[in-house]
RNA sequence: GGGGUCGUAGUUCAGUCGGUCCAGAACGCCGGCCUGUCACGCCGGAGGUCGCGGGUUCGAGUCCCGUCGGCCCCGCCA
């Protein structure tokens, strides 16, 4: 009698031609059909299930009378090949089952809090507080293995075109700019204080200073910042950086990296990837990470609608503001209600108001209609690239503005009108991004990438006067309507780094103390050099089919940055925040738990 | 920081206008019966801080205020 425990097959594994083999499965118990003589049970893991007979009066029996749901057995025996009648066609072992002959106990289980196989509808909460329970789900188990095969596959394309592994510090110095740091306070250096990286950029370009020409990391990044369905605290970066690089090497590099890593988990991407230019995706998309799923652009036709008699119309258009339309197919039908909820979204997103012309059997209905007349808003359709059945959804004002409404309503569309294909899957590239944009409450300068993006060669006479007219040779690559990864070509000389933090207002002081290494790095030959950064959950995520960056982070956290199964963030003892010089401000002391 | 939404047996939910609702169902769990089941079946049983606190009321799961937590969104996220 074997007291191994090892297993000669997995759960799935057993076909017709096993039979008569002597085997031993080991896996849960998935469901036990006792009926009083003859007992079956289902042995499983992910990749399936095999049926285990076990024959009254035997020793098998005995234990097997016991054992319930999510028990971890070993069971030892013989498979048989079923009887015509008993085949179950519906699981892919149903042609054997295995005749216990020794059942070993080797994990008693208490019922779990809810079905870890059937976890669709059981509240996320708890589902988070026993993730270990969700992660036996198929649906979990196939995104973390989509995940696992997308991190190899991107690791063996890096290291395939001569890219070097490195890790950098989690224990780093918060950095101006960005995102707000997770802190981490310092023992030996009572008052002073780690960060955790935001991402690795620093180090990344001091590699490329330190002569490793070609850099990649799977890296972690921490970021304190309000949270979202696809937004983590923690999250994974793809981080790559090259010298001697233009946008066009890092594209092709990065090209082939979707390409091989979608391929590998069955999604085709042909590079190249269309490209648009920032000032493009705004136009005609109204966001700068634009969904190509769907058609509906946007399209101005302020030159075809100008002089139209319509006072409103005329007077944006003469005061040098813009119409921009979109032809939504097949929605000329829309009810009044329907078309007062597309008037809110763009209201809300910044339209003063919301023009529409409904297209069907040869006619035209408009509140327009009266002042363009029927000819003229034909014209504007076929300019919009519609078609009789379309619903042209109009808005005039700032051209911008006029875009970004657009973009909400059509997006909005997307969704309600089921225009996505189930398994579509459109890449791009956004470049020529704006180098700054303007901050409202801090009444300056930001980066819109960050400070170290290089500016495009053309536009460097225009930092100082012009700022917000330069450009940057930054570029986004997007999948689906979703920003996957954002990089640049950075600033290699000192002089071009000090006219940006100049215009970005950084004190002299601040910029030395924050990252004078970094500066003063930029001063001993440093290679021309640029890359990107990858968003790797959020391309699990869409490999996944998934919704949200939990179904593809093995222990993921809550939008409000807690852990629920291990109750992170803590408490920790007063002696522990003495230790590190830390004293909690007065009337949060008793709050925080510290005790 | 703001808005929305949800919170009732272990789980998923129902619970009408505030009153036979000392809160029900299904699944699960426990016990009994059952030798070809595979969502086994049949019979029986246990199981509740209606998230928490306060208020209104003769009476609150239900109405009001506050608060905690999950999720979604805006701001924020170079």
Redesign the pocket.
Known sequence: MSERARPTHHCAELRRAHAGERVVLTGWVD?V??????L?L?LGDYRGTT?V?V???TDAARVAKRV??WWVLAIEGQVLA??P????P??ET?EI?LEAEVVRVLSEAR?P???PTATA??????R?RYRYLELRNPRLQRNLRIRGRLASEIRAHLDGHGFLEVETPFLTRS?P????DYLVPSRVHRGRFYALP??P?LFKQLLMIGGVDRYYQIARCF?D???????QPEFTQVDIEMSFADPELVIEITEGLFRRALGAVGIEVRPPFPRFTHAEAMDRYGVDRPDLRYGAAITDLTELARNSGHRILDSILDGGGALRGIAAPGCAGFSRKRLDELQKVAVAAGAGGLFRAAFRDGAVRSPLARMLGPDRLFRLLEAAGGASGDLLLLVAGEPRTASVALGALRRRLATSEGWIGKDDFRMAWVTDFPLFDWSE?ESRL??????FTSPHPEDLHLLEDEPLRARSLAYDVIANGYEMGGGSIRIHDRRTQQRIFDALRVPPEEARERFGFFLEALEYGTPPHGGIALGFDRIAMLAAGA??L?EVIAFPK???A?D?MTGSPGSVRTSQLDEVGVALAGRRRRASGAD
């Open positions: 469901r059909r006792d009926l009083g003589g003859l079956f289902d049926q007979v024959r009254p009066g319930g749901a079923r009887e009648e008993t085949v179950n519906a699981v149903g089952e019922t809090p809810f079905p509808d059981v509240a996320e909460e708890l988070l950095t700019e960005g995102a707000r935001q991402s950029q970021r910042e309000d949270l979202r369905a696809d937004r409450t930001t980066s819109v990438h960050h400070p919704r949200s939990r809550t939008t409000s807690t629920l």
